[in-house]
């Protein structure tokens, strides 16, 4: 592994052909972090959170190697599209309201047979019903579970408010109600501990509530698995034939994997490796998606202002949704301005050594949504850029 002042060197080589401010995936990190997911399933299939990637290039890299199998996506139109350009197994990991989307599943054998739908309602299921358009093409269907760790009889609830459906009775008899539905069957079952696999446990500089999610952590794993099993067990009383049951998540790839009632991983965070996904005892990997913004002033001593940079993450407002300033290394936002939507200011002594016109490198908080800001990806090998790919916004698809 390079150090951080190599890797800066690799780069502002491989790109000096190009003008910023752009984004690159450094392919020996990607694909050295691709098998270190596939390390810690150890021999369960990695289905690829789509949403976490947002390149079908990279898509198609990632699942020609060994130990991936499966996409998971995050739109019913994303889905439709990804079984249309050859994606064969499309699991949509979110209830959806595309009534078009759902004439159009309906109405074509091959997207029918390769894309599968979550419900968790079957008010859900009438929505599909309603939308059919004159379609009579079988609809898959995934059940998802709410993992969420609950005490003190249910007043404090951890984790995120998915599916309504908590116990093994109340899934099986979703499963009942599906299977008993002409259209419809159900083939897998899914469970995203977002509370475990989503949140560091840790902390630079706070010990004390490290501890205190590792210990949360710890107990929600503890009763998730014992629940997962009942409620696999439940379900498969009334399909045999189920095909999958989905867990997981970058931050607990050999936790959940070690559950016998888990058949696949899903996985997606941990192929770009954001800053997010820095916090974590359980796995350690390389910084493989950054992008950079061009140095455009030079206020003063131990300042320069980049152009732009202001792209937060989705999820609670937060300083740890911003990007960081990543290399050179040493160089820190202003804390009356932050990031920027058309300038960012960065202080520290490395800046006396930046020149307008030099770049920058910057680690995005969360891994896909890089690619809404930019519509390429170039893929740089060594110490140069071999290939430049379209990300989801390049193909003119911007589905949420």
Not at 266 to 273: D, E, I, K, R, T
């Amino acid at each position: 592994m390079n150090s951080p002042a190599t890797d800066r060197a690799r780069y502002d080589r491989a790109t000096a052909h190009l003008d910023a401010p752009l984004a690159i995936v450094d392919l020996d990190a990607f694909d050295a972090n691709a098998d270190d997911l596939v390390r810690r399933a150890a021999g369960k299939p990695v289905r690829v959170a789509s949403k976490s990637v947002r390149c079908r290039a990279l898509l198609e890299r990632v699942l020609a190697r060994p130990g991936f199998a499966g996409i998971m996506s995050y739109t019913l139109a994303e889905s439709l599209w990804l079984a249309r350009s050859g994606f064969e197994d499309v699991l949509l990991a979110y209830p959806s309201a595309d009534r078009a989307g759902f004439a159009e599943l309906a109405g074509d054998a091959k997207l029918a047979g390769g894309v599968t739908v979550t419900v968790d309602d079957p008010v859900q299921l009438d929505l599909i019903d309603a939308a059919r358009d004159g379609g009579g093409e079988e609809v898959r269907v995934c059940l998802e579970l709410d993992t969420a760790l609950q005490l003190l009889g249910g007043r404090v609830r951890i984790g995120a408010r998915r599916s309504p459906l908590r116990e093994p009775a109340q899934l099986a008899a979703l499963a009942r109600a599906v299977t008993e539905r002409p259209g419809f069957r159900v083939v897998g079952l899914m469970a995203y501990e977002g509370h475990v696999a989503g949140v560091g446990d840790a902390l630079a500089g706070r010990p004390l509530r490290s501890r205190a999610i590792r210990l949360m952590q710890g107990a929600a794993r503890r009763e998730l698995a014992a629940r997962r099993a009942e409620v696999v067990r439940a379900v498969r009383a009334v399909v045999p034939d189920l095909e999958f049951v989905n867990g997981g998540g970058t931050g607990s790839v050999q936790q959940t994997a070690a559950e016998d009632a888990v058949t696949e991983i899903a996985a997606g965070s941990g192929l770009y490796v954001p800053r997010l996904f820095d916090n974590y005892t359980s796995f350690s990997g390389r910084p493989a998606a950054l992008f950079a913004q061009p140095v455009v002033r030079r206020p003063g001593v131990g300042v320069v202002t980049v152009l732009g940079g202001g792209y937060p993450a989705s999820g609670a407002a937060g300083a740890d949704r911003l990007p960081v300033p990543y290399l050179p290394q040493g160089l820190a936002y202003d804390p009356q301005e932050g990031a920027g939507e058309v300038q960012t200011p960065l202080l520290g002594s490395p800046a006396d050594d930046l020149l307008i016109g030099d770049r920058v490198w910057f680690r995005h908080a969360k891994a896909g949504e890089l690619c809404e800001r930019f519509d390429t990806l170039h893929l740089i090998e060594g110490d140069r850029v071999t290939e430049s790919v379209p990300t989801y916004r390049g193909e003119g698809r911007t589905f949420l």
